[in-house]
């Protein structure tokens, strides 16, 4: 895969959104409209000294990225109230088009006292192209069961072939506490399937193989269909010193799978990596994969896990 | 009416508390029943002393009651049956209730879990753990719980009740319905719902309230309690208003009963349990937590007293049938 990097498109500070929420434009989703790319992320409030609530809000582009035709100057999905599972934020929102419908499949964030936070897979509709979205139930679609015991988040959703599949991820473990660092979490990517998008069936496994070694933190799975083949990407790290440069930052990874249910890793097809300067320069995240007419996108996050903004780059060579 | 002759407290936590058991101080909440050939086995919950910080864990244990006279111990467990739960599991401060279910040659529980969250005071899953040695030690089924939460029940679901009815398992527990707010502080409001499976593990829930309100819109209810007896089934419960159980320290006993598992018709007076006139009974301020079994020919129940549970639980036994 070869990708051309179109640059940092969204700058948080230079944005409306600057007036209205503290820093932050994280895993940026696409939703190709009629006459617009609309670009959902997760931006930040401070609700307590230091501490974050993420919102979801969008930028609507025209098909070539060069333009910004709109902004979301509203509540576009509600948090949930006191003691559901999406209370202190949503981050990300992963949008899907059914029928004259948008899905929203969203990652619940709610905090714990052991552990920061806990979170599930909230399910949400839109009857207004993704204007505004109405939960499906106060409660999450997926959360921890026996065999993925926390942290069950990250959806991402498309129908392949008659069914829904759902790419997400599950905890693993969370370490114990040390003098350096609170206690970290380690996370999977895994696979579920649905005849509705609703009913879900986990597979209740780990579906992509390690490169770093057990403790590997696999996150933001994305999938699409190239000629009959699935490609996912997707971004990891390693479980500590990813924040300070000590351990590995956050990359881009990349699988292939003939069946979406068996995927062979190979990072280095992904055909994106740091730039040497700049605002990819030491890390990537919260990829996106989508077609937009005949051209084939990846938005993603740089440095600081986009503190500051998103990118895009455009397939040239598949 | 159904008349119960009360026989009094029949386990005290604090007069087994010591080094020896160092997870045991007081509380023994939720009873529930195992019977063996010589012996019926409690499992209750209970707790070590508060940490420096005020927090308490629970954990589940058991002892064992004469089967010819369950007013005498005749033994106590050594440890809990489960450790607490891992880092970041629902299950990480405490199991507390526990249910438990004879299949084939193990023994299943079925258990709340609970863990530490910052709005609310805590949040509530369902797990499920095998023994192997006749009920004295469970292995976890995994690390997560067995009842996930769902868009129709996203708060706490909690007091597993595991029964078997017509090759069906029957799983009565109670899912929050609000988190309500009360002098500032948040309370939850239960309501009593039920799963089935037919493999014990695999569940499909009912997603609706079995039990009316009776006492209050907020009305929080628990320990659903489901015995089959004269062709009917019928349920012990007990409930609280959130609003005033604090002052009132008020929790009752309720009852109802149904032809078919679903369709439930509530009878509160027909419970026929309550608190007893003497001040200084263990049960004097309320009764709580009902479980009822039968045992060579006559029903009994055990049931907490004052403070839910924090100085034992105590037995009555049912004048004429249950019917």
């Given at each position: 895969m ?6 940092q498109?969204f700058?948080f500070?230079d944005?409306?959104?600057?007036s209205?929420?503290?820093s932050?434009a994280?895993?940026p989703?696409a ?6 790319i ?17 919102h ?8 070539n ?5 709109g902004y ?10 006191r ?9 990300p ?6 029928g ?13 006292v052991?552990?920061?936070v ?7 509709v839109?009857d ?9 139930g106060a ?10 015991p926390?942290l069950v ?5 498309r129908?392949f072939?008659?069914?829904f599949h759902m790419?997400?991820?599950?905890g693993?473990?969370w ?24 009913a ?9 193989p390690d490169?770093?070694n ?11 269909e190239?000629?009959g083949k699935?490609h996912?990407?997707f971004c990891?790290?390693?479980m500590?010193?990813?924040r300070?440069?000590s351990g590995?930052?956050?990359r ?12 062979t890793?190979?990072d280095?097809?992904?055909?994106i990596?740091?730039s ?13 994969i989508?077609a ?18 998103f ?8 | ?10 386990f ?8 020896e058991r160092?997870?045991?101080a007081?509380?023994?909440?939720a ?6 050939d010589?012996f ?16 308490f864990?629970?954990?589940?244990a ?11 111990v005749?033994?106590?467990a ?11 599991c629902?299950?990480e401060?405490?199991?507390y209730p ?18 530490r969250?910052?709005t609310?005071p805590f ?20 690390d997560?719980p ?32 609000a988190?309500l707010?009360i ?11 039920m ?10 829930r009912?997603n ?5 309100n009776?006492w209050?819109?907020h ?11 004269n062709?009917?089934?019928h ?7 959130p ?5 009132t320290?008020a ?5 109802a009963s149904s032809e ?10 027909k419970?026929g349990?309550?608190?007893s ?5 263990f049960d ?7 479980h ?18 924090r ?9 004429g049938?249950?019917?």
């Amino acid at each position: 895969m070869r990708w051309q990097k179109l640059g940092q498109i969204f700058r948080f500070i230079d944005s409306p959104f600057a007036s209205r929420f503290v820093s932050h434009a994280q895993s940026p989703q696409a939703l190709v409209l009629d006459d617009r790319i609309r670009v959902y992320f997760s931006t930040r409030l401070e609700d307590k000294p230091g501490q974050f609530v993420s919102h979801v809000q969008y930028v609507d582009y025209d098909f070539n990225f060069k333009q910004v035709l709109g902004y979301s100057d509203h509540e576009v999905i509600a948090l949930g109230t006191r003691g559901t599972f999406d209370e202190h934020g949503i981050f990300p929102l992963s949008p899907t088009p059914v029928g004259d419908k948008v899905y929203g499949y969203t990652n619940g964030i709610a905090r714990r006292v052991s552990v920061a936070v806990e979170t599930g897979v909230g399910f949400a509709v839109s009857d207004d192209n993704g204007q505004t979205f109405t939960k499906y139930g106060a409660g999450p679609l997926l959360s921890a069961t026996t065999y993925e015991p926390f942290l069950v988040g990250d959806p991402f959703v498309r129908e392949f072939d008659g069914a829904f599949h759902m790419y997400y991820l599950y905890g693993k473990k969370w370490s114990e506490a040390t003098d350096e660092h609170a206690p970290e979490r380690v996370y999977k990517i895994g696979h579920a399937v649905s005849p509705d998008g609703i009913a879900w069936t986990k597979e209740n496994k780990s579906i992509i193989p390690d490169s770093l070694n057990e403790d590997e933190c696999q996150a933001l799975p994305t999938v699409i269909e190239i000629d009959g083949k699935y490609h996912m990407y997707f971004c990891y790290r390693s479980m500590v010193g990813f924040r300070d440069g000590s351990g590995q930052a956050y990359r881009i990874g990349y699988a292939y799978s003939d069946d979406l249910v068996t995927w062979t890793r190979d990072d280095a097809v992904a055909g994106i990596e740091l730039s040497d300067t700049g605002w990819d320069s030491e890390m990537m995240c919260y990829p996106n994969i989508f077609a937009c007419h005949d051209s084939i996108y990846l938005l993603y996050n740089g440095n600081n896990f986009g503190r500051d903004g998103f990118g895009v780059a455009k397939l040239i060579n598949g | 009416m159904l008349k119960w002759k009360k026989l009094g407290q029949i386990f005290d936590p604090r007069d087994y508390a010591g080094d020896e058991r160092p997870w045991l101080a007081e509380y023994a909440q939720a009873p529930a029943t195992l019977i063996f050939d010589d012996f019926v086995r409690v499992y209750f919950s209970c707790r070590p002393p508060r940490d420096e910080n005020g927090q308490f864990v629970s954990y589940t244990a058991f002892v064992d009651l004469d089967r010819k006279d369950l007013r005498k111990v005749v033994n106590l467990a050594k440890k809990p049956i489960l450790e607490l739960g891992k880092r970041g599991c629902f299950d990480e401060f405490g199991t507390y209730p526990t249910s438990v279910i004879r299949v084939d040659d193990e023994v299943w529980a079925y258990y709340a879990g609970w863990t530490r969250a910052v709005t609310v005071p805590f949040v509530v899953g369902v797990g499920m753990a095998k023994s192997k040695d006749d009920g004295e030690t469970f292995e976890r089924l995994g690390d997560g719980p067995i009842l996930p939460y769902t868009p129709e029940e996203p708060f706490t679901i909690s007091g597993p009740k595991i029964r078997r009815f017509n090759d069906k398992y029957y799983l009565f527990y109670v899912a929050g319905n609000a988190w309500l707010e009360i002098d500032g502080r948040p309370e939850i409001s239960h309501r009593i719902r039920m799963a089935t499976s037919d493999n014990g593990i695999d569940w499909m829930r009912q997603n609706e309230d079995l039990i009316a309100n009776a006492w209050d819109d907020h009305e929080s209810q628990a320990s659903p309690d489901v015995i089959f007896a004269n062709g009917r089934y019928h349920m012990f419960f007990c409930g609280w208003v959130p609003k005033n159980f604090r002052e009132t320290k008020a929790r009752r006993i309720g009852y109802a009963s149904s032809e078919d598992l679903i369709h439930w018709t509530r009878d509160d007076v027909k419970a026929g349990i309550t608190i007893s006139d003497d001040a200084k009974a263990f049960d004097h301020e309320m009764v709580a937590y009902p479980h009822v079994f039968e045992l060579d020919g006559k029903t009994y129940m055990l049931y907490l007293g004052n403070a839910v549970g924090r100085y034992g639980f105590g037995l009555a036994e049912l004048e004429g049938e249950l019917a």
